[in-house]
T-cell receptor, first 117, second 111 residues
Framework: GAVVSQHPSWVICKSGTSVKIECRSL??????MFWYRQFPKQSLMLMAT?????????EQGVEKDKFLINHASLTLSTLTVTSAHPEDSSFYIC?????????????FGPGTRLTVL | SQELEQSPQSLIVQEGKNLTINCTSS?????LYWYKQKYGEGLIFLMM?????EEKSHEKITAKLDEKKQQSSLHITASQPSHAGIYLC???????????FGAGTTVTVRA
């Protein structure tokens, strides 16, 4: 199946610093990618939609100035957590939709675990 | 998500036994996805259902979407230890490819 990668897989940073997370579609192009967040023992919550060539759209309650999204190419989207604080510690995971034959589906990356000290 | 109810929250099954997980929506499902996740890891795509009455199978896993497109079930036949994990249903509720997820079902398979 299609592959989506994320980098880094885990990161620890100090409070107040910024962290960039990359999401790549390895064998297909994705004009749209989605960013989700998952807190411990909870399900995934959609944060934002990353659109190649245009601005990202954010879900209600997600601060766009804090979570900067850049969809630089058809295979790369980045999420930057600016001025990170301990409450931003979470598992961030991206997805990219694609069609395999006649079937549309969404593939998820392996996730990035962010710990803010 | 309150729009998507997944049950049971967890289950323990003896190896070789069958199990069923349900996912119920208060809205029409434009696409229903089943994923498997190991805690703290990414999601492994299992199946995607779109048409009312649709049923798909892969190895020992079968997923169905009811005619009204508001409920789906995932059935595992003759469970094995490799089936252990967290199963998540994700749904496109607004025909915009954005997925809302159920709370997940933790499956434990006892040898």
């Amino acid at each position: 199946g299609a592959v989506v990668s994320q980098h880094p897989s885990w990161v620890i940073c100090k409070s107040g610093t910024s962290v960039k997370i990359e999401c790549r579609s390895l064998d297909f192009q994705a004009t749209t990618m989605f960013w989700y967040r998952q807190f411990p023992k909870q399900s995934l919550m959609l944060m934002a939609t990353s659109n190649e060539g245009s601005k990202a759209t954010y879900e209600q309650g997600v601060e766009k100035d804090k979570f900067l999204i850049n969809h630089a190419s058809l295979t790369l989207s980045t999420l930057t957590v600016t001025s990170a604080h301990p409450e931003d510690s979470s598992f961030y995971i991206c997805s990219a939709p694609t069609s395999l034959g006649f079937t549309y589906t969404q593939y998820f990356g392996p996730g990035t675990r962010l710990t803010v000290l | 998500s309150q729009e998507l109810e997944q049950s049971p929250q967890s289950l323990i099954v003896q190896e070789g036994k069958n199990l069923t997980i349900n996912c119920t929506s208060s809205k029409t499902l434009y696409g229903l996805y089943w994923y498997k996740q190991k805690y703290g890891e990414g999601l492994i795509f299992l199946m995607m259902l779109q048409k009312g009455g649709e049923e798909k199978s892969h190895e020992k896993i079968t997923a169905k979407l009811d005619e009204k497109k508001q409920q789906s079930s995932l059935h595992i036949t003759a469970s094995q230890p490799s089936h252990a994990g967290i199963y998540l249903c994700g749904a496109d509720l607004n025909n915009d490819y954005k997925l809302s997820f159920g709370a997940g079902t933790t499956v434990t398979v006892r040898a």
